[in-house]
């Protein structure tokens, strides 16, 4: 049997960064010669769709879970051009997965054949400090479970064996959660700074540890639904067009990969002559 594993870190940034600069293929070609038939003479965009397509068969990781979010939600059901993707944003204790801002923040938390249920409690808690809607993305036999486990407002989408995504129930918003301490740390300093000035708060002028202090004691003056509106109008600024126009240019296998990757697009030219050049082994 494989050991599919090494499938985890080939759709990153490193991996791709390697390649551009030829420092180290190991990995890619480790990949290559395990998960794909006569690879020599194949162009590295085959090779990639190739191994894709057996992580969609036999190893569906957090990374594929990942893609098809950003391929049927972001590309084929909403504007990409008003709408913004993050991934790994810390909150609270937890990192969130995946998250969408269109009007309106909804966190996905993914939770793959994979992985386990463990902490998906604590995490969903953490979430609403910050957002008022998430939504679980699973698989077919996790669903009771999180049922059982997660209050009804949370919503729970289903990745089919045929990679569509089905709507199990739907996300309600609750906010009662919401938590100024929470938010506050989500904000950069020019973010939080930014929704101060346009409320005409005087920013504080002292040493930069009571700063942060004073700051929050301001932030804590908005009420906290609107606070957490100005927060999402924050974070869609995080979003690179050039960025994600440039990764609409590519095969559905590497969107998730090249939105994220600031680097890739100031080296395009690069990029496209990789993924069209032959594999030589």
Known sequence: MK??????RFFSKKMLDNLLSKSD???FNTV?????????????????SEVYAYINKE???????K????????FKKHNYLKTAVLTELPIAKSKADFIMINGKGVVYEIKTELDNLDRILNQVDDYYKAFSEVVIVTHSANIERICDILPEYVG?????KRGALKTFRNSIKHSENLDYNVIFKILRKTEFESILCKRNKQLPIISEFKYY???LELIKEIDINELQMEMLKQLKTRTNIETVEFSLE????LRFLLYFHQGAVKNKDEVRKLLNQNYGG
């Open 3 to 8: 050991n599919n594993l090494i499938l985890n």
């Open 25 to 27: 293929t190991r990995l």
């Open 32 to 48: 290559i010669r395990r998960y794909v038939k006569e690879p020599n003479g194949k162009q590295y965009s085959q090779l990639i």
């Open 59 to 65: 190893y569906r990781n957090e990374y594929f879970y």
């Open 67 to 74: 893609n098809t979010l950003i391929n049927k939600l972001l």
């Open 156 to 160: 729970i989408i289903e990745l089919t």
């Open 213 to 215: 202090k004073e700051s």
């Open 250 to 253: 590519f095969s559905e296998e």
